[in-house]
Every structure is written in structure tokens, then in C-alpha cells.
């Protein structure tokens, strides 16, 4: 590059002039392909939810809706019909903020101290400990659905609020006690023992030094487990019970629920609604979320 | 002089690693203790055994007359200064200082006016609403030592506080360590690397070498009456000239010469194997080199002016040996001197153990 020959009377000076190259073109002709591709199932679902019955019938599922309508949103949130009952998915929506609302916070508090306690206060057998979680993740969880059945009927709280809380929390555990420790093993450790010379005990030094050193990784934490325990279906299928169905199964009841014919506009409504809370959080949290992916990279 | 921390046959391991090994070290009250060693040699370990911050495999650590071997670090009366600063990061410089003294408890009157009497003697007064990252090394550095300040301790300990520092804050930070030991009179344990550091502010150096203390003294002694070869080689700069040879009738037979170590004040006198060690700087040319007990012909290799000296390499019987001369000396490579040393000021080494003779 540098042997190419500048042509006469212009002196090199200053920041070198940048020039679109061919390899330029051809990086940024990918990323936009790349990103239609991702993008056009969801374009086409948001069309088709706009689209009439006996437009969808006749036309093209590329074309835009010739007279755009939000009636079927309006019914996929609140009269589609989940088997017997017909309240769409707004009761599957609370039931899914109440599991998030509740399951985040536990699962994070007790991971944070978890990471905490295994970073910085090393205790006979903490190594195996950590070892024993970490291989936590790696349990496939079918095999512990029914003894947590058995466990939580044991003490009534199968079918339950708390159940599924401690279910989310538990399954949560490995990777965010991982996440945490890591991030804990990373900051230095002379800043724990300045802490435990000016006299702060294991409470103190959590609150008063690490806390406030943790909010980016609580972040990743918080990104990782809305998402996560908003997609869940098995969990919330299984240990939730009838009144507390998380929307992902209504919104499954709701696609294979057929009064004659299927509507198509409706399911793709649904669909959208009860994706739009994990997208929010994409499109909201940015950068962050790429590191929740880095972080989670792990989870396989 | 009373004592102030006394380590009683201190050892500790990881695992099956031995990094202390029954340790014994007494320091006075008010005195300045320098522990200096190659990195890895167990320096910071001590300290944090001292400190409490690490479970002791053996032995005892009293403070203050105390038995501390148990307690927790807040209760040995230490405060303690970290090679990384260890500020913490979300408070700022005065909430820093002062919380050791909220966690214990102290009214907030008194914290403030601890805080301020801190801030003036470290001269942070601008700056104590700033977070660390808001200051220079020096003056986050100066914090870390307003954080050991306050808490009113009988003992500070050091770990490489200078170490992060670029030369020229080193210097100066180091010139108001010791002027701050003048004015508070504190037991103070430093632990460093750098010989100048160790040189400049202990009352008393302890070398240490994989653990062990090799030699325990005032800076003087260490230089001019090392105990062994190691403490020798690691004090100087450049270091000092090793020649060995054949220790026989009162003199050091090498290659082609004799020294003569007539005025040499031997500990204990023997024959064989032995290691003569002199100073680059006790190494004179020309006409001085005529004043000298011994002295020989010999031709310089290499020359590096420093400025203030200029330090040049030759050979003595086969053996590179280096010397100190006055910049105004003409040295260039190639060239015939006359050198000359007193071996009466140097140092004589067993050839095998190493030891002092
Ligand atoms: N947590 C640990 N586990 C095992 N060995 C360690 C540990 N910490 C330090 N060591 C070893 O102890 C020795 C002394 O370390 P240290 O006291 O930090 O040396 P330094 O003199 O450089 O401060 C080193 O050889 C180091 O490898
Ligand atoms: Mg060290």
C-alpha cells in the first residue's frame, strides 16, 4: 500500500485521506443482507397481523396490507380464545410480568451473593462449591422436573406463584452465580482487603464497596433473566399452575385452539405481543445485551 | 526502644508450599522497617500475615505487647496502604478516609476533624470531594496513606505504595513518606523492590530471599558488611564486583594476581574456595590507584557515562569487574588504565556457602 505511487505535487500531510474500497462495500452489502434476513420474518408477521382473512387467502404474504386494521391486535390481547376461555393473552401477559417481576430480583440477589461469597471469602470446600453449581448448568432439566415436582407438592407449593419463582431461581443459579464470580474475581482483591483493614465484615463490604462496583454486571444479569425466564414455556407450563400460565402458553393455547378456521392475523398478532417485551429489552438495552450474549455464551 | 510488633516463628503455607518458614522479626517502637527482596520472595505475604489478612500456618504476631495472632485486622491497630491504591471507587475522597471510622462507628464531629487533620497533613484538602478516578496516581496514592492516617493506628504497613507511581512522583512521594514518619513517629513496615526506596527510608532493611530473612540491619551495614552473597549482589547499583579465587596465607589468589587482604577484618579466617566483593564506586584509576594496597594494569572494555559518573568495565584475572569514575576522567575503550581498591573495605565470601568471612 504504502509503495503506491501519489501523483505529482501532492505531499503526504495530515490524516490520511480514507477512500471507500471494494472491501468496504462488500462488509456493509452483507451486514444489510444479513440484518433483512433476520428482520423479514418479523416484517411479514407485523403485515400479515394487519391483513384481513381473505386478503391473506388471496394475496402474497410480501405485499402490504391494502386496508391495515389493528381489530385482530385488539383480539389477540383481549378475546382470542385460549381453549374454553376467552380473554386473549392479557391475563398470560400479567401472569408473565408477575414470574419476571418476582423471579428476577431473587434469582439476581441471591446469585450476586453467591459470586460474592465465592470470590472473596474462599471457605473450606468453596472451590467444590462453585464446581458443584457449575455442573448445575450442565444438567439437562428434564431430568429434575419431575423430582421438583414431587419436592415442591411436598410442601404445597406446586402449581404455584412461589413455586415457579423458586423453579426460575433455582434453574437461574449456575450461570448468574458464574456470571457473578467472574466479574468479582476480576475486580482487584486489594480493594477487599482495604475493606476488611478499615473493618467492614461480609454485609458491609457487599453493600458499602461491592454493590455500587456491580451495577453494569447486575445490568447483564437483569437482560439475561427477563429475557430468559419471559421465554420460558416448560417452566411455566409445568409448575405455574392454571391460574398463573405465563403468556407463552396462552399464547401456544391460542395458536392451537381452532374454532374452524385459522386466523391467521390473530396468531401473528399474538405472536408479536408476546415477543415484544424480550424485543424492547434488545432494542433498549443495546450494548449491553451483546455483553449479557458474551456472558451467556457459556450457557451452550 | 520498646517493641511495637514482634513475629514469633511465623510460618505459612498454601497447600504444600512453604512461602514463610518459622520467621523471626522484632521491630521497635517508631521504627522504620524496610522489607526488601526480589518479587515472589514472600514480602507481601508478611505483611498480610501481619495485617491479619491471610491465616498464618504457625507461629504468633504480637502488636503492641498484644497477642493479635487471632484477632481480626481491625483489632491489631494497623493501617494498611496497597501497591494498587485500593480506593474505593464510588466514594469520594473524604467518604474514602473516613470509613473505616463510620464502619467502627465513630460520631460524626470527631470523623470530620480526624478527616480534615488527614486531608491537611497529606494536603487533599481541594480534593476531598473528588472520586479516585478523578486524581493523579500521587494524589490517589496520598489517599490510600489519609485512609491508614485517620484511623489513629500504632502501626502502618506499606505494600509497594510507590511501585504504580512514574519516576519522578516516586521520588517526591517517597521524600513525604519519611517526612510524615518524622512528624507521626508510627511503627512503619514498608515493603519494596527498589533498593533506593529501601535505602533512603529504613531505620533497618530486612533482605529477604525465598521466605527467609537473610539479613536484618541499618542501610549502612547492609551496604559495606552484607552477611552473604546474595544481600551482597542485591544491594548496589551497579552491583557489586564479585572476584573469586583461591583464599590462601592472607591473600586471594586469581588469575595472574595476588590480593592482599592483609587489613581485611575476617570473622572467621579460613583457607580455599572464597569470593572477594567490591564496590564499583571503592574501584579508583590513575594516579589514586598508586595510593592503593592493591593495584593492576588492566584495560577497559566499555564505557556508559551517566552523567554524574561514568561507569566503566574491564577485566581483573579473567573476571569482568566494574568501576565508578569521576565523569571528568577520560575513559575510552581500548585504553590502559592503572586501577587500584582497597580490599580492606570490601567484602570476603566462603566460596561455597556463600557466608560472610
Ligand atoms: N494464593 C496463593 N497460592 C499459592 N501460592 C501463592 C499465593 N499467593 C502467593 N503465592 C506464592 O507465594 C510467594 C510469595 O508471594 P508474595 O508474598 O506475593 O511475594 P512478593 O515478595 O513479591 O510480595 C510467591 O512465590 C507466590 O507464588
Ligand atoms: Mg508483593
Same mark, same amino acid.
Given at each position: 500500500?504504502?509503495?503506491?505511487?501519489?501523483?505529482?505535487?501532492?505531499?503526504?500531510?495530515?490524516?490520511?485521506?480514507?477512500?471507500?474500497?471494494?472491501?468496504?462495500?462488500?462488509?456493509?452489502?452483507?451486514?444489510?443482507?444479513?440484518?433483512?434476513?433476520?428482520?423479514?420474518?418479523?416484517?411479514?408477521?407485523?403485515?400479515?397481523?394487519?391483513?384481513?382473512?381473505?386478503?391473506?387467502?388471496?394475496?402474497?404474504?410480501?405485499?402490504?396490507?391494502?386496508?391495515?386494521?389493528?381489530?385482530?391486535?385488539?383480539?389477540?390481547?383481549?378475546?382470542?380464545?385460549?381453549?374454553?376461555?376467552?380473554?386473549?393473552?392479557?391475563?398470560?401477559?400479567?401472569?408473565?410480568?408477575?414470574?419476571?417481576?418476582?423471579?428476577?430480583?431473587?434469582?439476581?440477589?441471591?446469585?450476586?451473593?453467591?459470586?460474592?461469597?465465592?470470590?472473596?471469602?474462599?471457605?473450606?470446600?468453596?472451590?467444590?462449591?462453585?464446581?458443584?453449581?457449575?455442573?448445575?448448568?450442565?444438567?439437562?432439566?428434564?431430568?429434575?422436573?419431575?423430582?421438583?415436582?414431587?419436592?415442591?407438592?411436598?410442601?404445597?407449593?406446586?402449581?404455584?406463584?412461589?413455586?415457579?419463582?423458586?423453579?426460575?431461581?433455582?434453574?437461574?443459579?449456575?450461570?448468574?452465580?458464574?456470571?457473578?464470580?467472574?466479574?468479582?474475581?476480576?475486580?482487584?482483591v486489594e480493594l477487599f482487603k482495604a475493606a476488611r483493614v478499615d473493618g467492614a465484615g461480609f454485609w458491609r463490604i457487599f453493600f458499602s464497596v461491592m454493590l455500587p462496583m456491580s451495577v453494569?454486571?447486575?445490568?447483564?444479569?437483569?437482560?439475561?433473566?427477563?429475557?430468559?425466564?419471559?421465554?420460558?414455556?416448560?417452566?411455566?407450563?409445568?409448575?405455574?399452575?392454571?391460574?398463573?400460565?405465563?403468556?407463552?402458553?396462552?399464547?401456544?393455547?391460542?395458536?392451537?385452539?381452532?374454532?374452524?378456521?385459522?386466523?391467521?392475523?390473530?396468531?401473528?398478532?399474538?405472536?408479536?405481543?408476546?415477543?415484544?417485551?424480550?424485543?424492547?429489552?434488545?432494542?433498549?438495552?443495546?450494548?449491553?445485551?451483546?455483553?449479557?450474549?458474551?456472558?451467556?455464551?457459556?450457557?451452550? | 526502644?520498646?517493641?511495637?510488633?514482634?513475629?514469633?516463628?511465623?510460618?505459612?503455607?498454601?497447600?504444600?508450599?512453604?512461602?514463610?518458614?518459622?520467621?523471626?522479626?522484632?521491630?521497635?517502637?517508631?521504627?522504620?522497617?524496610?522489607?526488601?527482596?526480589?518479587?515472589?520472595?514472600?514480602?507481601?505475604?508478611?505483611?498480610?500475615?501481619?495485617?491479619?489478612?491471610?491465616?498464618?500456618?504457625?507461629?504468633?504476631?504480637?502488636?503492641?505487647?498484644?497477642?493479635?495472632?487471632?484477632?481480626e485486622p481491625k483489632d491489631r491497630g494497623i493501617g494498611m496502604v496497597f501497591q494498587s491504591y485500593a480506593l474505593y471507587p464510588q466514594m469520594t475522597v473524604e467518604k474514602n478516609m473516613s470509613?473505616?471510622?463510620?464502619?467502627?462507628?465513630?460520631?460524626?464531629?470527631?470523623?470530620?476533624?480526624?478527616?480534615?487533620?488527614?486531608?491537611?497533613?497529606?494536603?487533599?484538602?481541594?480534593?476531598?470531594?473528588?472520586?479516585?478516578?478523578?486524581?493523579?496516581?500521587?494524589?490517589?496514592?496520598?489517599?490510600?496513606?489519609?485512609?491508614?492516617?485517620?484511623?489513629?493506628?500504632?502501626?502502618?504497613?506499606?505494600?509497594?505504595?510507590?511501585?504504580?507511581?512514574?519516576?519522578?512522583?516516586?521520588?517526591?512521594?517517597?521524600?513525604?513518606?519519611?517526612?510524615?514518619?518524622?512528624?507521626?513517629?508510627?511503627?512503619?513496615?514498608?515493603?519494596?523492590?527498589?533498593?533506593?526506596?529501601?535505602?533512603?527510608? @529504613? +531505620?533497618? $532493611? /530486612?533482605?529477604? #530471599?525465598? &521466605?527467609?530473612?537473610?539479613?536484618?540491619?541499618?542501610?549502612?551495614?547492609?551496604?559495606?558488611?552484607?552477611?552473604?552473597?546474595?544481600?551482597?549482589?542485591?544491594?548496589?547499583?551497579?552491583?557489586?564486583?564479585?572476584?573469586?579465587?583461591?583464599?590462601?596465607?592472607?591473600?586471594?589468589?586469581?588469575?595472574?594476581?595476588?590480593?592482599?587482604?592483609?587489613?581485611?577484618?575476617?570473622?572467621?579466617?579460613?583457607?580455599?574456595?572464597?569470593?572477594?566483593?567490591?564496590r564499583p564506586e571503592h574501584v579508583v584509576v590513575g594516579e589514586e590507584a598508586q595510593k592503593m594496597p592493591f593495584q593492576v594494569e588492566s584495560e577497559i572494555e566499555i564505557v556508559e557515562p551517566?552523567? @554524574? +559518573?561514568? $561507569? /566503566?568495565?574491564? #577485566?581483573? &584475572?579473567?573476571?569482568?569487574?566494574?568501576?565508578?569514575?569521576?565523569?571528568?576522567?577520560?575513559?575510552?575503550?581500548?585504553?590502559?588504565?592503572?586501577?587500584?581498591?582497597?580490599?580492606?573495605?570490601?567484602?570476603?565470601?566462603?566460596?561455597?556457602?556463600?557466608?560472610?568471612?
Amino acid at each position: 500500500m504504502s509503495s503506491v505511487s501519489l501523483p505529482a505535487g501532492i505531499e503526504p500531510s495530515g490524516p490520511r485521506p480514507r477512500h471507500v474500497t471494494a472491501t468496504r462495500i462488500g462488509i456493509y452489502a452483507f451486514l444489510l443482507i444479513a440484518a433483512l434476513f433476520f428482520l423479514i420474518p418479523l416484517i411479514v408477521m407485523i403485515m400479515t397481523s394487519m391483513k384481513s382473512m381473505s386478503e391473506i387467502r388471496g394475496g402474497n404474504i410480501f405485499a402490504l396490507p391494502m386496508q391495515p386494521t389493528l381489530d385482530y391486535w385488539v383480539k389477540a390481547w383481549s378475546s382470542a380464545c385460549t381453549g374454553r376461555d376467552c380473554y386473549g393473552l392479557a391475563p398470560g401477559f400479567f401472569n408473565s410480568v408477575k414470574i419476571t417481576v418476582l423471579s428476577v430480583p431473587v434469582s439476581i440477589v441471591i446469585a450476586m451473593i453467591n459470586g460474592y461469597a465465592l470470590s472473596f471469602w474462599r471457605f473450606r470446600g468453596s472451590e467444590l462449591m462453585f464446581a458443584i453449581l457449575l455442573f448445575g448448568a450442565f444438567v439437562p432439566f428434564q431430568v429434575l422436573v419431575y423430582p421438583i415436582i414431587f419436592g415442591l407438592s411436598r410442601v404445597g407449593l406446586f402449581g404455584t406463584l412461589p413455586g415457579i419463582v423458586i423453579v426460575h431461581t433455582i434453574f437461574g443459579m449456575p450461570i448468574l452465580t458464574l456470571l457473578f464470580r467472574n466479574f468479582f474475581a476480576s475486580l482487584p482483591v486489594e480493594l477487599f482487603k482495604a475493606a476488611r483493614v478499615d473493618g467492614a465484615g461480609f454485609w458491609r463490604i457487599f453493600f458499602s464497596v461491592m454493590l455500587p462496583m456491580s451495577v453494569p454486571i447486575t445490568i447483564v444479569a437483569v437482560i439475561l433473566q427477563v429475557t430468559g425466564i419471559w421465554n420460558d414455556f416448560i417452566f411455566g407450563l409445568v409448575f405455574a399452575g392454571r391460574e398463573n400460565m405465563p403468556m407463552t402458553v396462552q399464547l401456544n393455547n391460542i395458536v392451537r385452539t381452532s374454532t374452524g378456521t385459522v386466523e391467521y392475523s390473530t396468531n401473528m398478532a399474538a405472536t408479536v405481543l408476546t415477543g415484544a417485551v424480550p424485543l424492547i429489552v434488545y432494542f433498549v438495552s443495546g450494548k449491553w445485551f451483546v455483553r449479557g450474549i458474551a456472558a451467556g455464551a457459556v450457557k451452550g | 526502644m520498646s517493641t511495637s510488633v514482634e513475629i514469633k516463628d511465623l510460618s505459612l503455607n498454601y497447600g504444600t508450599v512453604t512461602v514463610l518458614d518459622r520467621l523471626n522479626l522484632e521491630v521497635g517502637k517508631g521504627e522504620f522497617i524496610v522489607l526488601l527482596g526480589p518479587s515472589g520472595c514472600g514480602k507481601s505475604t508478611l505483611l498480610n500475615c501481619i495485617a491479619g489478612l491471610l491465616d498464618i500456618s504457625a507461629g504468633q504476631i504480637f502488636i503492641s505487647g498484644k497477642n493479635v495472632t487471632w484477632d481480626e485486622p481491625k483489632d491489631r491497630g494497623i493501617g494498611m496502604v496497597f501497591q494498587s491504591y485500593a480506593l474505593y471507587p464510588q466514594m469520594t475522597v473524604e467518604k474514602n478516609m473516613s470509613f473505616g471510622l463510620r464502619v467502627a462507628g465513630m460520631p460524626k464531629p470527631e470523623v470530620d476533624a480526624r478527616v480534615k487533620r488527614a486531608a491537611e497533613i497529606l494536603q487533599l484538602e481541594s480534593l476531598l470531594q473528588r472520586k479516585p478516578v478523578e486524581l493523579s496516581g500521587g494524589q490517589r496514592q496520598r489517599v490510600a496513606i489519609g485512609r491508614a492516617l485517620v484511623r489513629d493506628v500504632d502501626v502502618f504497613l506499606f505494600d509497594e505504595p510507590l511501585s504504580n507511581l512514574d519516576a519522578k512522583l516516586r521520588n517526591d512521594l517517597r521524600v513525604e513518606i519519611k517526612r510524615l514518619h518524622h512528624r507521626l513517629k508510627n511503627t512503619m513496615i514498608y515493603v519494596t523492590h527498589d533498593q533506593i526506596e529501601a535505602m533512603t527510608l @529504613a +531505620d533497618r $532493611i /530486612a533482605i529477604m #530471599k525465598n &521466605g527467609v530473612i537473610q539479613q536484618l540491619a541499618d542501610p549502612h551495614t547492609i551496604y559495606n558488611k552484607p552477611t552473604n552473597l546474595f544481600v551482597a549482589g542485591f544491594i548496589g547499583s551497579p552491583s557489586m564486583n564479585f572476584i573469586r579465587g583461591d583464599l590462601t596465607g592472607g591473600a586471594l589468589n586469581i588469575d595472574g594476581a595476588s590480593i592482599p587482604l592483609a587489613n581485611y577484618e575476617f570473622k572467621a579466617p579460613m583457607n580455599g574456595a572464597a569470593v572477594l566483593g567490591v564496590r564499583p564506586e571503592h574501584v579508583v584509576v590513575g594516579e589514586e590507584a598508586q595510593k592503593m594496597p592493591f593495584q593492576v594494569e588492566s584495560e577497559i572494555e566499555i564505557v556508559e557515562p551517566m552523567g @554524574a +559518573d561514568t $561507569i /566503566a568495565w574491564t #577485566k581483573l &584475572g579473567g573476571q569482568s569487574l566494574t568501576f565508578r569514575a569521576d565523569a571528568e576522567v577520560r575513559l575510552v575503550p581500548g585504553q590502559k588504565v592503572l586501577i587500584g581498591f582497597d580490599p580492606g573495605r570490601g567484602s570476603v565470601f566462603n566460596g561455597e556457602s556463600g557466608e560472610r568471612i
